[in-house]
Structure formats: structure tokens, C-alpha cells
């Protein structure tokens, strides 16, 4: 069983920067996928970023060019850098890991194990 444990969400105003961290114990020797996922109030929960087997990335499009996702496999630990933040991006961020793939994506299903969650609000 890997559990996570998020960090680093917080408030901020729009046009602000966030780091959000997730430490994933076991990560590194896996070298399965690891996400960011997040959900708004009232919405389905979304992928975000995604780092698979070769530094491989994918980003959701709204985020794109704005967060950047890097896992130090070292610390076993994940990170979201976020920029240029909007108050569409207001949710609670999840870090997840896949128990099987490699390769990154944002699918929910290809992933086993979550964290609890932190809250990001970005006010106007």
C-alpha cells in the first residue's frame, strides 16, 4: 500500500504561483505513473499532470504551459509547480500513483492509490 500525503496548497490572488508537494513513498522503485488530479465544488474530478517512465509528461490543456509536474525520484517525492494561477483553478488537488502503468496519463482508472488532498483557492 503507497500512501500519499499532499502539501503546499494554500490562497492566493490571481496571477500568483504555487508549489504543491506529494510524498509518495516507493515511488522511485516502482517506476509506475504518478498524477495530479484536482476537483472543484460541484464538478468531476479532473486530471491535471501526469509523469510517466522516461520523464515522460502530459498536461491537461487548461493548465499547459501555466504547471509544470516533476517527480524527484530521490525523495520519492512529486511536484506540481503552478503559474499564472486563475480562479478556475480553486479545487482540491489530489497526487495519485498507478499500481501498473507507465506511461503518463490523466484516465482516473490507471491509478491505485491517493492522497487526501490539498486546497488551492485563488481569489480575483
Known amino acids: 500500500q503507497v500512501q500519499l500525503v499532499e502539501s503546499g496548497g494554500s490562497s492566493v490572488q490571481t496571477g500568483g504561483s504555487l508549489r504543491l508537494s506529494c510524498e509518495a513513498p516507493g515511488i522511485a522503485y516502482s517506476g509506475n505513473c504518478v498524477g495530479w488530479f484536482r476537483q472543484a465544488p460541484g464538478k468531476w474530478r479532473e486530471g491535471v499532470a501526469s509523469?510517466?517512465?522516461?520523464?515522460?509528461?502530459t498536461y491537461a490543456p487548461s493548465v499547459k504551459g501555466r504547471f509544470t509536474m516533476t517527480r524527484d525520484d530521490a525523495k520519492n517525492t512529486l511536484y506540481l509547480e503552478m503559474n499564472s494561477l486563475k480562479p478556475e483553478d480553486t479545487a482540491r488537488y489530489y497526487c495519485?500513483?498507478?499500481?501498473?502503468?507507465?506511461?503518463?496519463?490523466?484516465?482516473?482508472?490507471?491509478?491505485?492509490?491517493w492522497g487526501q488532498g490539498t486546497q488551492v483557492t485563488v481569489s480575483s
Open positions: 509523469v510517466g517512465t522516461g520523464a515522460s509528461t
Open positions: 495519485a500513483a498507478s499500481a501498473y502503468s507507465r506511461k503518463a496519463t490523466l484516465t482516473e482508472r490507471f491509478y491505485s492509490y
